[in-house]
């Protein structure tokens, strides 16, 4: 068995109701819950339907949360942060359109850092 785990400001269970995979289980109210019965291709959809969340498949057995690990830039809060930090250095425009390159997938996520960072 597996859960849909979805993190994110502004996390809806009813965005994802056409998925069909019964009640939530609310984890943090408007940040992150499951949805139970997921697999692969529910993943997939649910991906589709939010990319600008954290979507995760978890197995349920034997699981304990204890830490949870996610991207923090437009997922819990609604910056990217290598953006601020440009733009107190005068450079946000050029640093935003590497990160909106990389978000797109156009760059890969450690070129696109390195790019940033150097810069």
Request: hydrophobic share 50%; with cysteine.
């Amino acid at each position: 068995m597996f859960v849909l785990n979805v993190i994110g400001k502004g996390a809806d269970p009813a965005r994802f109701a056409a998925l069909k995979l019964g009640a939530p289980t609310i984890l943090s109210p408007g940040l992150a819950f499951d949805l139970p019965d997921a697999d692969a291709a529910s993943r997939d959809a649910a991906r589709a339907l939010a990319p600008e969340r954290d979507i995760n498949l978890v197995a349920t057995a034997a699981r304990r949360k204890k830490l949870l690990i996610a991207d923090m830039d437009s997922t819990i809060i609604n910056v990217e942060c290598l953006d601020e930090l440009a733009d107190m250095a005068g450079l946000k425009p050029q640093i935003a359109a590497i990160t909106e390159r990389a978000m797109r997938g156009e760059l890969e996520f450690e070129a696109a850092l390195k790019e940033r960072v150097g810069m």
